[in-house]
């Protein structure tokens, strides 16, 4: 399979190729632990969803004209949306990590048509964990310092308008790097190296971070959105990232 070529669209062409990448020999057998973590974690989700709207709507929107309740519920329901399920996705992908690390090496190994099989190893995924805990913690604390201003700018009236459209834009940017990290960190390039990479590829990079945040929003699709991540970006980074005399 060719891959995609580069841009807005050749970002989101990388998350179809994913799909079958999951299904790849070599491939299948490390998408468990992170595909477990993220149905757990996105049921819990739901749940968060459905009680912050429910609490709204009783405590806030009750007493406005039906038209005027309406619309401020649509506004409300779309940036709590937007905010917790990007808020679990960031929770799924520290969790899994370690996991997302040996799943983005094995489908890398694949399309370099590496058929070498390497066993599970607890010391390989020992050493991940401590490879990712302070790339993690760095990205964290990049997302935060961003996330704050946009939690300001949704309870200003009127500007808070614009916000699901702003936190749309922040989360592609942030899934991106979550995912990207992975076969970049196997390579030796962590964070903010991660953010270098992303910026001298721009369009392709939200392509890619938007797509992901459409699956991250899909019930049911959104089960496999860690796994599908990590996949896809291999493939973005194996096509358009890694050193030329490696692609």
């Known amino acids: 399979m060719s891959a995609p070529q580069g841009g807005f669209l050749g970002g989101l062409a990388h998350i179809w190729r994913g799909f079958g990448l999951l299904r790849a020999p070599g491939v299948r057998v490390y998408v468990v632990v992170p595909l477990l973590i993220n149905v757990a974690l996105f049921v819990v989700a739901l749940g968060s969803l459905g009680e912050a709207v ?31 399920f990007f808020s679990f996705s960031v929770v799924a992908n520290l969790v899994a990590s370690p996991f997302n690390g040996l799943l983005a090496e094995a489908v890398e190994r694949h399309l370099r048509g590496d058929q070498t099989a390497v066993p599970f190893s607890l010391g ?35 500007l808070n308008a614009i916000a699901p459209a702003l936190w749309l834009l922040f989360g592609a940017w942030m899934l991106s790097m979550e995912y990207l990290d992975c076969p970049l960190g196997n390579h030796g390039e962590v964070f903010p190296r991660v953010l270098q990479a992303m910026r001298a590829r721009r369009r392709l990079t939200l392509g890619f971070g938007f797509g992901m945040t459409a699956v991250t929003l899909v019930p049911v699709l959104n089960f496999i959105a860690v796994p599908l991540g990590v996949a896809a970006a291999t493939s973005l980074y194996c096509a358009h990232l890694a050193p030329d005399g490696a692609r």
């Open 124 to 158: 390989a995924l020992l050493g991940e964990v401590a490879r990712t805990v302070l790339a993690e913690l760095r990205k964290l604390l990049y997302m935060v310092l961003w996330a704050l201003p946009l939690l300001v700018l949704s309870v200003i009236p009127g």
């Open 54 to 84: 429910d609490y709204t709507i009783a405590r806030y929107l009750g007493n406005l004209p039906e038209f005027v309740q309406w619309l401020a519920w649509l506004l409300f329901a779309t940036l709590a949306a937007v905010i917790v």
